[in-house]
């Protein structure tokens, strides 16, 4: 009987953790869109799988995940200048935003020649390695501080633009580095550094 | 209830179902390229990234492209001070941390570009603790120095630098990588340790800031910071690394005066060879110890005239302990060496000479009793010698000491007894049963105490047994036979009979017939006199070294301490071997002889060995005047226990002797 | 009871686990699945293009009755001038590189207990899964005196990008400087809700420097309209709309904007109210979903319902009807919305072929409009799915149009990311 009653016990408390994993579970596998199929819903602008075509609309495909976390959060809370994004950044959570960070970290980057000012670019390219090297590593290819080797050329104007009239806000230390650099090339600065990452592939 | 559990089997059904389609899903999520046309090669994002994890892995070229830059050392902080954020990649890369990654210790830092203002939060004692327990029992042995690591930091975490700042309890008072060069630990004997301990100084000195100025004009801090020696000393090799205890502590005190002889061995050597040392090494502080004399963080050569052992600074250094020390204590050797003949030739000489005494009495007295056991042993075998004869046990008994003699014999036995004990503490002080004496004693101040308490009883009992022998004398001057058998005086017979002992020894001759007091007797009786003078005069030197420096110059001392301690040494072998043997361990008297307690010995026996005392009382017939009754059997067993006692005292501190003498450091 | 409970459990765990092995020869089999995708408009080929992406082994084929595709978006530029028709469009190689199988031939018919498809040639395609994304076709018994006819030679309705959009632009060119155009706008639901006001805009902005005293006129079946504010401060900044002078004029259907008939040889529109005379008549006709749809009994009155979470018709089993045929309520009829909807029922054919349930949908509308010169607006919108209700909703403080009154320099980008959107929906319908 004592027993008896011991398996009993026994049983009431496995089925207590079954139950407990069964009522995690169907939140784990969550009923929710999958980020890959949110992620699609981005190309008709940002381009099949965020292969731009677009000089207007940045690639986003291949971009660090955390730095889309970043850009997509500063949107939805109008953080960032901008005439769409902050409207559709809304529609995320925090955790579908990292999905879709990471989906598109998993997608090869694939560029598209544009054209170029060779002479500004490789004036460009000096400043690039003077002021913007340092955190935009390596000809400022996909990283931790963005993608601008190769990102559309309009983009990164647009981009300048926002920042230098305060429509964005610096990050860390860039502003003084930016600064420094129109200082050396004046208003040639910006169509330099846009031109040389335009030159990039 | 009943439609969540169906929900919930749905939803297990789901799982299951997901996890055999596992394999369909990957190929959902990653299409293989569809056509001709080749996906661009390079890196995908996601491999900057842990897949377990899920953070973010940085390499160290990406942390060195800033921190690397030797064209751009310093950076501004967000408030626009300045800040040195550069780091040698060379030097962690030959450091052992060389194999680590930057994030593996600055674990605050998931971006680069750094998003904000970077805290340093790095822990150390966690990671080296982690690894120590995961490889501790790898066959490889690669993370052996770990152990060390890890006993370092248990010592680390009870020292003052682990406990929280007083004026910001939010932080330690000092913590690793505030002493280590983070980037830069090397592996021993390796080239960083030498740069770092260098270092050493300005590293404690950024808090110990009094103390490095002080250390910065001393010799070792010229050779550090100047001549850039590392092997000179630097605040770890004295004050220790990790323990760091305050060094107001008796225990660091004993630690920073250990530490020095690491280096200065010699002096160390000669250090514990004196009073100085001796009570130093037996625990206390409260003799002289190396930064007491020479200064700590000041320490200088004594040609240097701001040196506390320069000859115009030395007295007020000695009066630093000795209040009324004069200058004869300038004339002291502290580091007297009796080894060193060239500088120290009379304290040589006391030594030599004392040793050659040693050895000779020790070596003669030694073969003698050898040579007596063998042939008592040999006699014995063959049935000779002496027997006590059983069908007469009642025999009357023989007078051999009157009371008052037994009583400074116990007296004396005790006091000395007492005195070998409180003062072999010292010489033997690298002991552990010194150590322990001295503590169960009451320190070094009360064995001091006992030991000077039990100097003065035993001069009283030598100096009374003196009056009284004389008064004794005296009043028998008229027919007192300076030579005669009763007397105490050497004469001719007693090396006759040392010489037909040495031949009975050896099987040639008969064993000979002794008077009223044997050779060794005779020996036993005057050796104290020696010794009293000697012991007596070099203790008298030392009883109140303040007040005997008014008389005497300061080396006296040295070799004062040389022969007590030789001479005393002496007397503590000699009486609790040969005497002990003499009188109590030969087969004849086996295992002891109590006369010296009941005052009689059995006819038998003194007609056996002082036969020719014997045959002269019975010639004179005043034998009579001396055969007294048995004595009591209380006064039998309580002679017996006392004897016991005492021998069992004596052996006791013989062997504590002995062992002493052999484990002396060289 | 509790046994009980014990033994449900593990009952449906041994069900799970057959129904996941059962699922295994479905993997197999998946090399063998064929899709036949009907109508090569964005739905279309954006579906066909992302099933072969979702699963390389399907075989899919396309049937699209034109050579190639010409893209109703962006066609309103070719009314201005700004753009020419070549330049909206394309073949369909882009597609083929992707291993779809592109037919050149019309549907007529779809049989679904058979699964197959035909074309008006007379072949048959069988299918496992079929995706029908016809378009919309015209209600040609709304408006008397407008038929197709008509539509051809004279007033063209242009909602289709073609030879009509090309008729138009050239009767706007050929019109008398101070002459009028008018526009007749149908009544919801149709295709590109802002487009009739942005192709008002478009030849305003060609008439401002060609024609500056011709008038463009909106005659509206309705009484509001897409980006309504948004297009009124455009035009008053640019056309001095709400002026005597107003280049643009809106006639809402509550002020006589509603036509029932047209006269085709005076160009003359029979509203309500009053009749408008144009020199140059654009009748924009009420709308249906395309002819397949009606063929092959996918609707229900004029559009063809579906279960929102697959965009699988609820007529019939296997049918997927995308885009501005199908009934998706709160989804605008827009390039953009067939494009997120093909997306969704691809994934969900795969799933399905894997023998898995299709995951929640997600949608995204966007829609540029441009004005005029460096004015662009803009709609946003991702939708979620209620599984409860069965209904696609707007993600609650998500989505909106372009803020009012914003920067000229918003303005002018939203112009060129119109330009840059364009390239990027093309290219990921069928590049």
């Given at each position: 009987?004592?027993?008896?009653?011991?398996?009993?016990?026994?049983?009431?408390?496995?089925?207590?953790?079954?139950?407990?994993?069964?009522?995690?579970?169907?939140?784990?596998?969550?009923?929710?869109?999958?980020?890959?199929?949110?992620?699609?819903?981005?190309?008709?602008?940002?381009?099949?799988d965020?292969?731009?075509?677009?000089?207007?609309?940045?690639?986003?495909?291949?971009?660090?995940?955390?730095?889309?976390?970043?850009?997509?959060?500063?949107?939805?809370?109008?953080?960032?200048?901008?005439?769409?994004?902050?409207?559709?950044?809304?529609?995320?959570?925090?955790?579908?935003?990292?999905?879709?960070?990471?989906?598109?970290?998993?997608?090869?980057?694939?560029?598209?020649?544009?054209?170029?000012?060779?002479?500004?670019?490789?004036?460009?390219?000096?400043?690039?390695?003077?002021?913007?090297?340092?955190?935009?590593?390596?000809?400022?290819?996909?990283?931790?501080?963005?993608?601008l080797?190769?990102?559309?050329?309009?983009?990164?104007h647009?981009?300048?633009?926002?920042?230098l009239?305060?429509?964005?806000?610096?990050?860390?230390?860039?502003?003084?580095?930016?600064?420094?650099?129109i200082?050396?090339a004046?208003?040639?600065?910006i169509?330099?550094?846009?031109?040389?990452?335009?030159?990039?592939? | 209830?009943?439609?969540?559990?169906?929900?919930?089997?749905?939803?297990?059904?789901?799982?299951?179902?997901?996890?055999?389609?596992?394999?369909?899903?990957?190929t959902?999520?990653?299409?293989?390229?569809?056509?001709?046309?080749?996906?661009?090669?390079?890196?995908?994002?996601?491999?900057?990234?842990?897949?377990?994890t899920?953070?973010?892995?940085?390499?160290?070229?990406?942390?060195?492209?800033?921190?690397?830059?030797?064209?751009?050392?310093?950076?501004?902080?967000?408030?626009?001070?300045?800040?040195?954020?550069?780091v040698?990649?060379?030097?962690?890369?030959?450091?052992?941390?060389?194999?680590?990654?930057?994030?593996?210790?600055?674990?605050?830092?998931?971006?680069?570009?750094?998003?904000?203002?970077?805290s340093?939060?790095?822990?150390?004692?966690?990671?080296?603790?982690?690894?120590?327990?995961?490889?501790?029992?790898?066959?490889?042995?690669?993370?052996?120095?770990?152990?060390?690591?890890?006993e370092?930091?248990?010592?680390?975490?009870?020292?003052?630098?682990?406990?929280?700042?007083?004026?910001?309890?939010?932080?330690?008072?000092?913590?690793?990588?505030?002493?280590?060069?983070?980037?830069?630990?090397?592996?021993?004997?390796?080239?960083?340790?030498?740069?770092?301990?260098?270092?050493?100084?300005?590293?404690?000195?950024?808090?110990?800031?009094?103390?490095?100025?002080?250390?910065?004009?001393?010799?070792?801090?010229?050779a550090?910071?100047?001549?850039?020696?590392s092997?000179?000393?630097?605040?770890?090799?004295?004050?220790?690394?990790?323990?760091i205890?305050?060094?107001?502590?008796?225990?660091?005190?004993?630690?920073?005066?250990?530490?020095?002889?690491?280096?200065?061995?010699?002096?160390?050597?000669?250090?514990?060879?004196?009073?100085?040392?001796?009570?130093?090494?037996?625990?206390?502080?409260?003799?002289?110890?190396?930064?007491?004399?020479?200064g700590?963080?000041?320490?200088?050569?004594?040609?240097?005239?701001?040196?506390?052992?320069?000859?115009?600074?030395?007295?007020?250094?000695?009066r630093?302990?000795?209040?009324?020390?004069?200058?004869?204590?300038?004339?002291?050797?502290?580091?007297?060496?009796?080894?060193?003949?060239?500088?120290?030739?009379?304290l040589?000489?006391f030594?030599?000479?004392?040793?050659?005494l040693v050895?000779?009495?020790?070596?003669?007295?030694?073969?003698?009793?050898?040579?007596?056991?063998?042939?008592?042993?040999?006699?014995?075998?063959?049935?000779?010698?002496?027997?006590?004869?059983?069908?007469?046990?009642?025999?009357?008994?023989?007078?051999?000491?009157?009371?008052?003699?037994?009583?400074?014999?116990?007296?004396?036995?005790?006091a000395?007894?007492?005195?070998?004990?409180?003062?072999?503490?010292?010489?033997?002080?690298?002991?552990?049963?010194?150590?322990?004496?001295?503590?169960?004693?009451?320190?070094?101040?009360?064995?001091?105490?006992?030991?000077?308490?039990?100097?003065?009883?035993?001069?009283?009992?030598?100096?009374?047994?003196?009056?009284?022998?004389?008064?004794?004398?005296?009043?028998k001057?008229?027919?007192?036979?300076?030579?005669?058998?009763?007397?105490?005086?050497?004469?001719?017979?007693?090396?006759?009979?040392?010489?037909?002992?040495?031949?009975?020894f050896?099987?040639?001759?008969?064993?000979?017939?002794?008077?009223?007091?044997?050779?060794?007797?005779?020996?036993?009786?005057?050796?104290?006199f020696?010794?009293?003078?000697?012991?007596?005069?070099?203790?008298?030197?030392?009883?109140?070294?303040?007040?005997?420096?008014?008389?005497?110059?300061?080396?006296?001392?040295?070799?004062?301490?040389?022969?007590?301690?030789?001479?005393?040494?002496?007397?503590?072998?000699?009486?609790?071997?040969?005497?002990?043997?003499?009188?109590?361990?030969?087969?004849?008297?086996f295992?002891?002889?109590?006369a010296?307690?009941?005052?009689?010995?059995?006819?038998?026996?003194?007609?056996?060995?002082?036969?020719?005392?014997?045959e002269?009382l019975?010639?004179?017939?005043?034998?009579?005047?001396?055969?007294?009754?048995?004595?009591?059997?209380r006064?039998?067993?309580?002679?017996?226990?006392?004897?016991?006692?005492?021998?069992?005292?004596?052996?006791?501190?013989?062997?504590?002797?002995?062992?002493?003498?052999?484990?002396?450091?060289? | 009871?509790?046994?009980?409970?014990?033994?449900?459990?593990?009952?449906?765990?041994?069900?799970?686990?057959?129904?996941?092995?059962?699922?295994?020869?479905?993997?197999?089999?998946?090399?063998?699945?064929?899709?036949?995708?009907?109508?090569?408009?964005?739905?279309?080929?954006?579906?066909?293009?992302?099933?072969?992406?979702?699963?390389?082994?399907?075989?899919?084929?396309?049937?699209?009755?034109?050579?190639a595709?010409?893209?109703?978006?962006?066609?309103?530029?070719?009314?201005?001038?700004?753009?020419?028709?070549?330049?909206?469009?394309?073949?369909?190689?882009?597609?083929?590189?992707?291993?779809?199988?592109?037919?050149?031939?019309?549907?007529?018919?779809?049989?679904?207990?058979?699964?197959?498809?035909?074309?008006?040639?007379?072949d048959?395609?069988?299918?496992?899964?079929?995706?029908?994304?016809?378009?919309?076709?015209?209600?040609?018994?709304?408006?008397?005196?407008?038929?197709e006819?008509?539509?051809?030679?004279?007033?063209?309705h242009?909602?289709?990008?073609?030879?009509?959009?090309?008729?138009?632009?050239?009767?706007?060119?050929?019109?008398?400087?101070g002459?009028?155009?008018?526009?007749?706008?149908?009544?919801?639901?149709f295709?590109?809700?802002?487009?009739?006001?942005?192709?008002?805009?478009?030849?305003?902005?060609?008439?401002?420097?060609?024609?500056?005293?011709?008038?463009?006129?909106?005659?509206?079946?309705?009484?509001?309209?897409?980006?309504?504010?948004?297009?009124?401060?455009?035009?008053?900044?640019?056309?001095?709309?709400?002026?005597?002078?107003?280049?643009?004029?809106?006639?809402?259907?509550?002020?006589?904007?509603?036509?029932?008939?047209?006269?085709?040889?005076?160009?003359?529109?029979?509203?309500?109210?009053?009749?408008?005379?144009?020199?140059?008549?654009?009748?924009?006709?009420?709308?249906?979903?395309?002819?397949?749809?009606?063929?092959a009994?996918?609707?229900?009155?004029?559009?063809c319902?579906?279960?929102?979470?697959?965009?699988?018709?609820?007529?019939h089993?296997?049918?997927?009807?995308?885009?501005?045929?199908?009934?998706?309520?709160?989804?605008?009829?827009?390039?953009?919305?067939?494009?997120?909807?093909?997306?969704?029922?691809?994934?969900?054919?795969?799933?399905?072929?894997?023998?898995?349930?299709?995951?929640?949908?997600?949608?995204v509308?966007t829609?540029?409009?441009?004005?005029?010169?460096?004015?662009g607006?803009?709609?946003?919108?991702?939708?979620?799915?209620?599984?409860h209700?069965?209904?696609?909703?707007?993600?609650?403080?998500?989505?909106?149009?372009?803020?009012?009154?914003?920067?000229?320099?918003?303005?002018?980008?939203?112009?060129?990311?119109?330009?840059s959107?364009?390239?990027?929906?093309?290219?990921?319908?069928?590049?």
């Open positions: 009987m004592e027993k008896m009653k011991n398996n009993d016990t026994l049983h009431k408390s496995a089925r207590h953790v079954l139950l407990v994993m069964l009522a995690v579970l169907p939140a784990a596998v969550s009923a929710g869109p999958s980020g890959q199929a949110m992620a699609f819903t981005c190309a008709g602008c940002h381009g099949t965020g292969s731009s075509v677009g000089p207007s609309m940045p690639a986003i495909a291949g971009m660090d995940p955390e730095v889309f976390v970043d850009a997509m959060k500063a949107y939805r809370q109008d953080e960032r200048n901008s005439s769409i994004m902050n409207r559709i950044a809304k529609a995320y959570t925090d955790e579908q935003l990292k999905e879709m960070g990471w989906f598109f970290a998993s997608q090869r980057l694939q560029l598209f020649p544009q054209q170029y000012d060779a002479t500004l670019a490789a004036r460009g390219a000096e400043l690039h390695e003077e002021y913007c090297e340092k955190c935009h590593e390596n000809g400022g290819r996909p990283g931790d501080a963005g993608t080797a190769g990102q559309w050329m309009p983009y990164l647009y981009t300048m633009e926002d920042f009239d305060g429509n964005r806000k610096w990050p860390r230390k860039m502003k003084r580095k930016v600064d420094a650099a200082e050396e004046g208003d040639d600065a169509p330099a550094l846009v031109n040389f990452y335009g030159s990039q592939r | 209830m009943p439609s969540r559990i169906e929900t919930k089997r749905v939803a297990c059904l789901w799982v299951a179902l997901l996890g055999l389609m596992i394999t369909s899903a990957a959902a999520v990653t299409p293989e390229p569809v056509d001709g046309t080749a996906q661009p090669a390079g890196e995908l994002m996601i491999d900057n990234f842990d897949p377990e899920g953070k973010r892995i940085i390499p160290n070229e990406r942390c060195l492209t800033c921190h690397g830059d030797e064209e751009h050392r310093t950076d501004v902080r967000d408030d626009g001070s300045p800040v040195e954020i550069f040698h990649s060379e030097q962690i890369e030959a450091s052992v941390h060389g194999s680590q990654k930057c994030t593996s210790c600055h674990v605050t830092i998931d971006r680069v570009p750094h998003r904000k203002a970077p340093v939060i790095v822990g150390c004692i966690e990671c080296h603790r982690e690894t120590w327990k995961e490889h501790k029992d790898d066959p490889d042995g690669k993370h052996e120095r770990l152990e060390v690591v890890n370092q930091i248990a010592s680390y975490m009870q020292s003052v630098h682990a406990r929280p700042n007083e004026l910001d309890q939010s932080r330690t008072n000092a913590t690793c990588y505030d002493c280590h060069a983070g980037h830069n630990v090397g592996e021993l004997g390796s080239i960083q340790r030498a740069e770092h301990r260098l270092q050493n100084p300005e590293i404690c000195g950024h808090c110990h800031e009094k103390e490095l100025e002080d250390y910065r004009t001393s010799d070792h801090g010229k550090v910071m100047e001549e850039r020696d092997e000179a000393a630097v605040c770890s090799d004295c004050h220790t690394t990790h323990e205890a305050s060094p107001e502590t008796d225990k660091a005190k004993l630690q920073i005066t250990k530490n020095c002889g690491d280096c200065h061995q010699e002096a160390q050597r000669t250090y514990f060879k004196s009073y100085h040392g001796q009570v130093h090494r037996l625990g206390y502080t409260d003799a002289a110890k190396c930064h007491d004399c020479h700590g963080h000041l320490v200088k050569s004594e040609d240097d005239p701001t040196s506390e052992i320069h000859a115009s600074n030395r007295l007020q250094n000695c630093n302990c000795h209040e009324d020390a004069n200058e004869n204590f300038l004339s002291f050797w502290p580091h007297g060496d009796a080894h060193d003949r060239e500088n120290y030739p009379g040589w000489a030594r030599v000479f004392m040793e050659i050895f000779a009495v020790m070596a003669f007295f030694w073969v003698h009793v050898l040579l007596w056991l063998y042939r008592e042993l040999m006699d014995r075998i063959q049935g000779k010698g002496f027997v006590e004869d059983l069908s007469q046990p009642d025999v009357v008994y023989f007078r051999r000491f009157p009371l008052v003699w037994r009583w400074i014999h116990f007296l004396f036995a005790i000395t007894m007492t005195l070998i004990l409180t003062g072999t503490t010292l010489l033997f002080s690298h002991t552990a049963w010194a150590k322990a004496v001295v503590e169960f004693l009451g320190g070094i101040r009360m064995e001091g105490i006992i030991h000077r308490t039990a100097a003065v009883i035993w001069l009283g009992i030598f100096f009374t047994h003196l009056a009284i022998a004389t008064t004794n004398i005296w009043r001057r008229k027919t007192f036979e300076w030579f005669g058998s009763t007397s105490l005086v050497p004469n001719m017979k007693d090396f006759r009979d040392l010489r037909d002992m040495f031949k009975w050896l099987g040639r001759g008969p064993r000979p017939q002794f008077s009223q007091w044997t050779y060794w007797q005779k020996f036993d009786y005057w050796a104290p020696w010794g009293a003078t000697v012991i007596g005069l070099s203790g008298l030197i030392l009883f109140m070294p303040d007040k005997t420096s008014l008389i005497l110059p300061g080396w006296t001392f040295n070799i004062a301490n040389l022969v007590h301690a030789e001479e005393a040494l002496l007397a503590a072998i000699f009486l609790n071997s040969v005497h002990f043997f003499n009188v109590h361990f030969r087969p004849e008297r295992p002891m002889s109590t010296i307690f009941t005052g009689v010995i059995p006819i038998d026996e003194f007609k056996h060995d002082h036969r020719l005392q014997y002269r019975l010639e004179t017939g005043e034998l009579e005047k001396h055969l007294v009754h048995r004595p009591s059997r006064l039998s067993l309580a002679a017996s226990f006392i004897t016991t006692v005492l021998i069992m005292a004596g052996l006791t501190l013989l062997t504590l002797v002995l062992f002493g003498l052999v484990t002396l450091p060289s | 009871m509790t046994d009980m409970k014990r033994r449900t459990f593990i009952r449906a765990t041994a069900g799970a686990v057959a129904l996941g092995t059962l699922g295994i020869p479905g993997l197999v089999l998946g090399a063998s699945r064929r899709v036949v995708v009907v109508g090569g408009g964005v739905g279309g080929c954006t579906a066909a293009k992302y099933l072969r992406k979702l699963d390389p082994s399907l075989a899919v084929t396309l049937i699209e009755s034109k050579p595709y010409t893209s109703c978006f962006m066609s309103n530029e070719v009314l201005s001038g700004d753009r020419t028709l070549q330049s909206l469009t394309f073949g369909y190689d882009g597609l083929r590189r992707h291993g779809v199988e592109v037919v050149q031939g019309t549907a007529v018919g779809i049989d679904p207990e058979k699964k197959q498809v035909q074309t008006a040639a007379g048959t395609f069988g299918y496992d899964a079929c995706v029908v994304s016809p378009g919309v076709g015209f209600k040609w018994d709304a408006i008397e005196g407008y038929d006819k008509v539509a051809n030679a004279l007033v063209p242009a909602w289709y990008a073609g030879p009509q959009t090309q008729l138009l632009r050239r009767q706007i060119e050929s019109m008398p400087e002459g009028h155009v008018i526009i007749a706008a149908p009544p919801n639901p295709k590109c809700p802002p487009g009739p006001y942005e192709r008002a805009s478009q030849i305003a902005m060609y008439c401002k420097h060609h024609k500056p005293r011709a008038k463009v006129t909106i005659l509206d079946a309705k009484d509001a309209f897409s980006k309504q504010g948004l297009y009124m401060e455009g035009w008053r900044k640019l056309y001095g709309y709400g002026t005597e002078d107003s280049m643009i004029q809106w006639i809402s259907a509550a002020a006589g904007g509603a036509i029932e008939e047209l006269d085709p040889s005076t160009r003359t529109l029979v509203g309500l109210v009053e009749d408008f005379q144009g020199d140059v008549v654009n009748i924009i006709p009420p709308q249906k979903a395309g002819a397949i749809a009606f063929a009994d996918l609707v229900d009155g004029d559009w319902p579906v279960d929102k979470r697959t965009f699988e018709s609820s007529r089993k296997g049918i997927y009807v995308l885009g501005d045929a199908s009934s998706a309520a709160a989804m605008p009829k827009s390039a953009y919305a067939a494009n997120s909807q093909a997306k969704v029922a691809a994934a969900a054919i795969v799933a399905r072929f894997q023998g898995k349930e299709p995951d929640d949908p997600t949608f509308n829609c540029y409009s441009i004005v005029g010169e460096a004015f607006i803009s709609v946003a919108a991702v939708y979620g799915f209620d599984s209700t069965n209904t696609i909703t707007p993600i609650p403080g998500s989505g909106g149009v372009s803020p009012a009154n914003a920067s000229p320099e918003i303005r002018k980008r939203e112009v060129s990311y119109a330009h959107w364009f390239k990027n929906v093309i290219n990921d319908m069928m590049e």
